[in-house]
């Protein structure tokens, strides 16, 4: 599955924004999806992931309360909301997708979009 991630940017402290993950050439709904994200000079960590049907989430503590991701199947695209964004957010955000069920580590994960900044500060 090819990935395509946007809506990253330039946001204050506070501040909101949604990231979208585009999906193609496979069956969507075949695969859980993961955000994950890597600041300069820092290793990439997991931020949040959704099963195939989106009923199930899991998060990072960092960002529990103040991310949510979704998915809509029929649009073959996922979305990560991010509140409360904190200078600390500041990273490359990537999506990912797997096939196969297991702990959200890079790893685990088969398929990488190319990632989107989102900045935040004061």
């Known amino acids: 599955v090819q990935l395509q991630a946007s809506g990253g940017g330039l946001v204050q402290i506070g501040g909101s924004l949604r990231l979208s993950c585009a999906a193609s050439?496979?069956?969507?709904?075949?695969?859980?999806m993961g955000w994950f994200r890597q600041a300069p000079g820092k290793e990439r960590e997991f931020v949040a992931a959704i099963s195939r049907s989106g009923g199930g989430q899991n998060y990072a503590d960092s960002v529990k309360g103040r991310f949510t991701v979704s998915r809509d199947n029929a649009k073959n695209t996922m979305y990560l909301r991010m509140n409360r964004l904190e200078p600390e957010d500041t990273a490359v955000y990537y999506c990912?997708?797997?096939?196969?069920?297991?702990?959200?580590?890079?790893?685990?994960?088969?398929?990488w979009g190319q990632g989107t900044l989102v900045t935040v500060s004061s």
């Open positions: 990912a997708a797997k096939r196969v069920a297991g702990p959200d580590i890079p790893q685990n994960y088969d398929s």
């Open positions: 050439g496979r069956t969507f709904s075949n695969y859980a």
